[in-house]
C-alpha cells in the first residue's frame, strides 16, 4: 500500500497541481485537492496508464477520497 500511495501522490501532484505533502489517504479529491470533473477523469486516465489497469467510469465517479482510489487499485491488481 505504501509504494501504491507513493505512486499515487506523485500522480496526484502532478495532475492537480498540488503539493505532495497535502496529499492522504483521507483526502479528498474536490475538498480537499481541489479537482473538478475535468480533473478527476485526467487523474483516472494517468492512473490507468500507470498502473496498467482499467477503471469504469462508474466506478471512477465513486471515488471520492484518495483511499478510494487506492482500494480500487489494490483490488485490481491482486485480482
Keep these: 500500500m ?3 500511495f507513493e505512486k499515487m501522490k506523485k500522480l496526484i501532484a502532478d495532475k492537480l497541481e ?4 497535502k496529499i492522504t489517504p483521507e483526502s479528498s ?5 481541489g479537482a473538478d470533473s475535468l480533473d478527476t477523469y485526467e ?3 494517468a492512473i490507468e496508464e500507470e498502473m496498467g ?10 471515488f471520492e477520497t484518495v ?3 487506492l482500494d480500487f487499485i489494490q483490488s485490481q491488481q491482486n485480482g
Design 43 to 45: 487523474l483516472v486516465y
Design 53 to 62: 489497469i482499467t477503471i469504469p467510469d462508474e466506478k471512477a465517479n465513486e
Design 29 to 33: 479529491f474536490r475538498q480537499d485537492l
Design 67 to 69: 483511499k478510494d482510489a
Design 2 to 4: 505504501d509504494e501504491l
Design 18 to 21: 498540488v503539493e505532495e505533502s
